[in-house]
């Protein structure tokens, strides 16, 4: 049976590479969103196989819309990459000159946190429409950064929102694990993509720390794939428990990144409390 996959973000970068790598792997149906008509044009005739749906992942309404069409026409959907994403261009540290400064734009926590909340709570509902035979092979991955590790002074308000996916990822796996879908964050540093269209971003970053894009395809393949996984240092996680997980890509390998330790009982408690845990 061909499975289903929903890729938002996906005329460009990451997600048309993880389309493209899925359509070469075979037995996917890949359907791909984005907000730029063009751009989509373009995937689309680069991806002859895979289905192009404009849609604005800040607006509820398009990208629920988006949904239900493509849930109506398959009947089941197996993979969501919430893989939409911008950069941070402006000065969160500028000064203003004005009584009052003028308001910060809200673009970056719009799309980076609002879209990725609305594409998970909408791959949720319609998991759970899916044939009972999906559940264990359901997968919902987040696009975080090492940004969302680690603290980012040059972008502030971008690190922000991917320490949110983290946090959001690492709250909600353990729930819908229970429900047949494995839920992770994906961590890259730094991939060429137009999302980095900048020449100044080079003159930050030397060329030779970036990632090759094959990279971070095939660990998103081996997320697929239900397989263990074995890290850079040697971790291994059993592909039962290969949810809530923050994989950092880097180089030429990936890292699972722990959560913060518990360093006392009564936060011991307190945490098992917030989880719901006995």
């Known amino acids: 049976m061909t499975k289903v996959a929903l890729i938002t973000g996906g005329t460009s970068g990451i997600g048309l590479a993880v389309a493209k790598d899925l359509i070469q792997a075979g037995g996917w149906q890949v359907n791909i969103i984005g907000s730029n008509q063009e751009r989509g044009q373009e995937a689309s005739t680069s991806l002859p196989d895979a289905t192009f749906y404009q849609a604005d992942v800040r607006n509820y309404q398009q990208l629920a819309s988006v949904f239900d069409q493509i849930f109506n026409a398959t009947d089941r959907l197996d993979f969501v990459f919430a893989n939409a994403g911008i950069a941070e261009y402006t000065d969160f540290f500028a000064t203003s000159k004005t009584g009052i400064p003028p308001e910060p734009g809200s673009e970056l926590v719009d799309v980076n946190v609002n879209g990725v909340l609305y594409t998970s709570y909408l791959a949720m509902h319609y998991f759970r429409r899916s044939p009972e035979s ?46 047949g879908v494995r839920v992770n964050a994906l961590c890259p540093g730094v991939v060429e993509t137009p999302l980095l269209a900048d020449e100044s971003f080079y003159a930050i970053y030397p060329r030779k720390i970036f990632i090759p894009m094959d990279v971070v395809t095939g660990v998103v393949s081996q997320l697929l794939s239900g397989a263990d996984m074995v890290d850079a240092k040697g971790m291994r996680i059993a592909g039962d428990e290969m949810h809530s997980r923050a994989v950092h890509v880097s180089g030429n390998t990936f890292l699972f990144i722990e959560k913060p330790e518990i360093r006392d009982e009564q936060t011991r408690v307190t945490w098992a409390a917030m989880m719901g845990h006995k």
């Open 134 to 179: 999906t559940k264990g092979h359901r997968n919902l991955i987040l696009t975080s950064s090492i940004g969302g590790l680690y603290p980012c002074a040059r972008s502030p308000v971008y690190s922000s929102t991917k320490h949110a996916l983290i946090g959001f990822t690492r709250s909600v796996g353990e729930r819908l694990w229970e429900e």
